[in-house]
């Protein structure tokens, strides 16, 4: 069994900074892809910043500039700091990981979400 656990998230003003955080557990022999992606009211869930295996990093256009993906590869932690929020930043964010089980099989596993509400 695996557990994603987000913390993070709330409310700020435009201009503002907030750092969320990703933590898995459990049954992972080695974390392929760890990350965020984020749903606004009424728009699909889009991919915001991901770590790749430790070793690259993939971020939106969007947040290029502004958001930061950094790890605790000891923790199975992933931080996401997101500097210069604007409003079109408010969303549920969610955290994804993609593991290689001890049986080397991959699973997919995403967090329960986070919402971020950036007031203008």
């Known amino acids: 069994q695996v557990h994603v656990l987000e913390s993070g998230g709330g409310s700020v003003q435009a201009g503002g900074s907030m750092r969320l955080s990703c933590t898995a557990s459990?049954?992972?022999?080695?974390?392929?892809?760890m990350g965020w992606y984020r749903q606004g009211s009424g728009k699909q869930r889009e991919l915001v910043a991901t770590?790749?295996?430790?070793?690259?990093?993939k971020y939106a256009d969007s947040v290029k500039g502004r958001f930061t993906i950094s790890r605790d590869g000891a923790k199975n932690t992933r931080y996401l700091q997101m500097n210069s929020l604007t409003p079109e930043d408010t969303a549920i964010y969610y955290c994804y990981l993609r593991h290689t089980t001890t049986d080397y099989t991959t699973d997919d596993y995403w967090g329960q979400g986070t919402q971020v509400t950036v007031s203008s």
């Open positions: 770590d790749i295996a430790g070793t690259d990093t």
């Open positions: 459990g049954d992972i022999f080695a974390i392929n892809i």
